[in-house]
C-alpha cells in the first residue's frame, strides 16, 4: 500500500453516544454537553450526539432530549460545518429528532437474530421494516441517514456471524438510502485477517467500500490493527470514541471502542490527516478519564 501525505480518513466520533451509553453512574446533561464542545473544539466533524430510545433499555440516555434543546448544540445543529447524527430506533425517536431540528440520523439493524432481539425487541427483519420507515421519512425531509449493521463477526447469543447476512443487511439499509453503513463489531472479536476478508467479500459482491465504515469494539486489542485492514481495503469512514469509552447494554462484558486518539495518533503518524488536532484530543481524553475516575 501506498500512503501519501494527500491521503484522509473521516473519522465518525462516537463517544458521547456509545461511549457514554453503557456508563452506570449517571453522567449530568452538562457533562455530555461539556464533551460535545470539547470535542467540536478539536476538529471532530462528525459527532455522535445521542440515541433517542427508551430509558427503561438505556437508563444513560435518558437527557436525549434536554440535550438536543441546549442553546450550543441548537447553533452546532443550525450550522452545516458539523455532521450530528442521532442514533433512533423507530419513528418515535425519528419524530422528536426531527422536531428538535437534527439533520442527520442513524438507524441499527444487526445481522443477526439473538442481538436483534436483546437490543431491539423484535427480529432483524422487523428491525429492517422499522429502518425502512424512518429512513422514507426522513429522506423526504432532507435529513441524512446512516445505517449500522451490528456482529458482523459474532453475536453474543447466536455465535459467529455468516458474512451472508452481513451482506444482506447491508444492501437493505443502502437500497433504502442510508448514505453510509457502519459496520459494527460490536463483541470486538474481529481481527484484521477477519476484516480483510468480509470486506472483500463484500466488495465481490457490489458494495463500494465509499459506503462503508468501520465501527470496532476493543475487547482484544484489535481495533486498531482492524481499522488499518479497513483502510487497506478501501474504508475511508472509521467510527472511534475518545478515551475508548463505549459498549453495548446489551453485549455482556462488552468493551469499548477505538479510542479516537489511538486512531488519530496511528493514521496521523503514517501520513494520513485526519483534520483533528492531537494534543486537544489528548487533553480531552485525559478530562474523560479523569472524569471517570472521580465517578
Ligand atoms: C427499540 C425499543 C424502544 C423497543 O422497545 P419495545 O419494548 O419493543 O417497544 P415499545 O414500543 O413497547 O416501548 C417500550 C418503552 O419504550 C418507550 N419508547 C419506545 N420508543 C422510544 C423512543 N424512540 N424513545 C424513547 N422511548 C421510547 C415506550 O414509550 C415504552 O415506554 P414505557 O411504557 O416502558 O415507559 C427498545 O428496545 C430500545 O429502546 N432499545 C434500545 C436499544 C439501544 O439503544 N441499544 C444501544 C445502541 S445499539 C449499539 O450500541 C450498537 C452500535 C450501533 O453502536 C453498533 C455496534 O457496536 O454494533
Redesign the pocket.
Same mark, same amino acid.
Given at each position: 500500500m501506498t500512503v501519501t501525505t494527500s491521503s484522509f480518513v473521516r473519522i465518525v466520533e462516537?463517544g458521547p453516544?456509545?461511549g457514554l451509553?453503557n456508563i452506570s453512574q449517571w453522567i449530568s446533561t452538562d457533562t455530555k454537553l461539556d464533551l460535545i464542545y470539547r470535542l467540536e473544539c478539536c476538529g471532530l466533524r462528525a459527532i455522535e450526539l445521542t440515541?433517542?430510545?427508551?430509558?427503561?433499555?438505556?437508563p444513560q440516555?435518558a437527557d436525549?432530549t434536554k440535550l438536543l434543546q441546549d442553546v450550543h448544540v441548537q447553533k452546532m445543529l443550525a450550522k452545516s460545518s458539523v455532521r450530528l447524527p442521532v442514533?433512533?430506533?423507530?419513528l418515535?425517536?425519528?419524530e422528536?429528532a426531527r422536531a428538535h431540528g437534527v439533520k442527520e440520523i442513524?438507524v441499527?439493524i444487526?445481522a443477526t437474530e439473538g442481538f436483534s432481539q436483546a437490543?431491539? @425487541?423484535?427480529s432483524c427483519d422487523e428491525a429492517v421494516g422499522r429502518a425502512r420507515e424512518v429512513v422514507a421519512q426522513a429522506r423526504q425531509l432532507g435529513i441524512a441517514v446512516r445505517g449500522?449493521?451490528?456482529?458482523?463477526f459474532e453475536d453474543p447469543y447466536d455465535g459467529p456471524t455468516e458474512p451472508s447476512s452481513v451482506l444482506g443487511r447491508v444492501r437493505e439499509l443502502l437500497d433504502m438510502g442510508c448514505y453510509e453503513v457502519?459496520l459494527?463489531?460490536?463483541l470486538g472479536t474481529g481481527n484484521p485477517t477477519a476484516v480483510r476478508v468480509l470486506l472483500r467479500y463484500l466488495q465481490y459482491h457490489g458494495i463500494s467500500m465509499t459506503s462503508i465504515a468501520g465501527?470496532f469494539?476493543d475487547t482484544y486489542n484489535q481495533a486498531l490493527a482492524n481499522a488499518w485492514a479497513a483502510y487497506e481495503c478501501g474504508v475511508r469512514t472509521l467510527d472511534s470514541s475518545v478515551g475508548g469509552l463505549?459498549?453495548?447494554?446489551?453485549?455482556p462484558h462488552a468493551r469499548g @471502542?477505538l479510542a479516537t486518539e489511538t486512531l488519530v495518533a496511528s493514521f496521523e503518524n503514517a501520513g494520513i490527516a485526519t483534520g483533528i488536532n492531537k494534543e486537544a484530543l489528548e487533553g480531552t481524553a485525559a478530562w474523560v478519564r479523569d472524569l471517570l475516575r472521580k465517578g
Amino acid at each position: 500500500m501506498t500512503v501519501t501525505t494527500s491521503s484522509f480518513v473521516r473519522i465518525v466520533e462516537v463517544g458521547p453516544r456509545d461511549g457514554l451509553q453503557n456508563i452506570s453512574q449517571w453522567i449530568s446533561t452538562d457533562t455530555k454537553l461539556d464533551l460535545i464542545y470539547r470535542l467540536e473544539c478539536c476538529g471532530l466533524r462528525a459527532i455522535e450526539l445521542t440515541s433517542i430510545v427508551s430509558h427503561r433499555a438505556v437508563p444513560q440516555m435518558a437527557d436525549a432530549t434536554k440535550l438536543l434543546q441546549d442553546v450550543h448544540v441548537q447553533k452546532m445543529l443550525a450550522k452545516s460545518s458539523v455532521r450530528l447524527p442521532v442514533l433512533v430506533p423507530n419513528l418515535r425517536g425519528f419524530e422528536i429528532a426531527r422536531a428538535h431540528g437534527v439533520k442527520e440520523i442513524a438507524v441499527f439493524i444487526s445481522a443477526t437474530e439473538g442481538f436483534s432481539q436483546a437490543n431491539l @425487541n423484535c427480529s432483524c427483519d422487523e428491525a429492517v421494516g422499522r429502518a425502512r420507515e424512518v429512513v422514507a421519512q426522513a429522506r423526504q425531509l432532507g435529513i441524512a441517514v446512516r445505517g449500522y449493521v451490528s456482529c458482523i463477526f459474532e453475536d453474543p447469543y447466536d455465535g459467529p456471524t455468516e458474512p451472508s447476512s452481513v451482506l444482506g443487511r447491508v444492501r437493505e439499509l443502502l437500497d433504502m438510502g442510508c448514505y453510509e453503513v457502519s459496520l459494527g463489531d460490536t463483541l470486538g472479536t474481529g481481527n484484521p485477517t477477519a476484516v480483510r476478508v468480509l470486506l472483500r467479500y463484500l466488495q465481490y459482491h457490489g458494495i463500494s467500500m465509499t459506503s462503508i465504515a468501520g465501527h470496532f469494539h476493543d475487547t482484544y486489542n484489535q481495533a486498531l490493527a482492524n481499522a488499518w485492514a479497513a483502510y487497506e481495503c478501501g474504508v475511508r469512514t472509521l467510527d472511534s470514541s475518545v478515551g475508548g469509552l463505549g459498549g453495548c447494554p446489551f453485549v455482556p462484558h462488552a468493551r469499548g @471502542n477505538l479510542a479516537t486518539e489511538t486512531l488519530v495518533a496511528s493514521f496521523e503518524n503514517a501520513g494520513i490527516a485526519t483534520g483533528i488536532n492531537k494534543e486537544a484530543l489528548e487533553g480531552t481524553a485525559a478530562w474523560v478519564r479523569d472524569l471517570l475516575r472521580k465517578g
